[in-house]
């Protein structure tokens, strides 16, 4: 499939795709599997804030929306929904597998550009990430200053992703003014935001990269930081008032 230059076009209804471009639908109609979540909260609540230090005030709100959930291997559910459907969802290990790593995955037949995703007020503008993690962690860190505006995972570099989301903002009756690309601070990341920008209105987009790996490393970075200075204060204060 093609990607002219001119891909994307404000106009007074928002934005329009010029290429022929088609949201991709899964093979088989999805179905969330309900039979594997269960009603214990205790991982999708503490890996998030504990390991990944997301902002506790998030997590409880995501999982009130039921965006989030727990399920019977003790993964994180970030559940996909367009017009409170659930479409697709990413699932995240919370303690390693035997090789060390953390399991990551995404449910079969899920919507194809679709994406984990939550709007702050009434979105004007778009921000795209890798991963729901960090999202969250944008959000952690960026939670005072977000306005009007939704975060979306790609679950990868997905274009399908980032397209499916610009037509969703407009059939929504959403304006968009602005798209942010919050990929990670690798090659892979920055080839695709300076790719993508490039062919938008440099009016309209706009590249914010970590300047850690990715977001979540910047995000524990702040805390780090946040950590140390309360300590150093403490021993301030302590010494002012011996």
Known sequence: MSFPEDVLDLNAQGYKVKDNFQEQKPKKP????????????TKTKNYPTNE????PKIVNWLDSKDLIAQDKRG???????????IVGADRQGTSPMKDGRMFKGIDRNRHG???????????????LFESPIDTLSYWSIKKEKL???RLVSMSGLKRQTMIGEIKRMGKEGHKV???????????????????????????????????AKDWNEELKSVKKKD????????????????
């Not at 550009?113 to 921000?127: L, Q, R, T």
């Not at 021993?235 to 002012?240: A, C, D, E, F, T």
């Open 177 to 211: 003014n602005q798209i942010t690309f919050c990929t990670d601070n690798d090659k892979a990341g920055r080839e695709f935001a300076n790719k993508y920008s490039a062919m938008i209105a440099k009016r309209l987009n706009k590249i914010n990269i970590s300047t």
């Open 227 to 242: 950590s140390a200075n309360i300590r150093q204060n403490s021993i301030v204060l302590g010494r002012s008032y011996a």
């Open 30 to 41: 999805y179905q969330y599997p309900s039979h594997y979540e269960v009603n214990d909260r």
């Open 52 to 55: 990944r230090k997301i902002h």
């Open 113 to 127: 550009s679709a994406g984990f995703s939550v709007d702050i007020g009434k979105p004007h503008s778009i921000y």
């Open 75 to 85: 993964n994180v559910v970030f559940k996909w929904k367009k017009q409170g459907e």
């Open 147 to 149: 306005q009007n505006t």
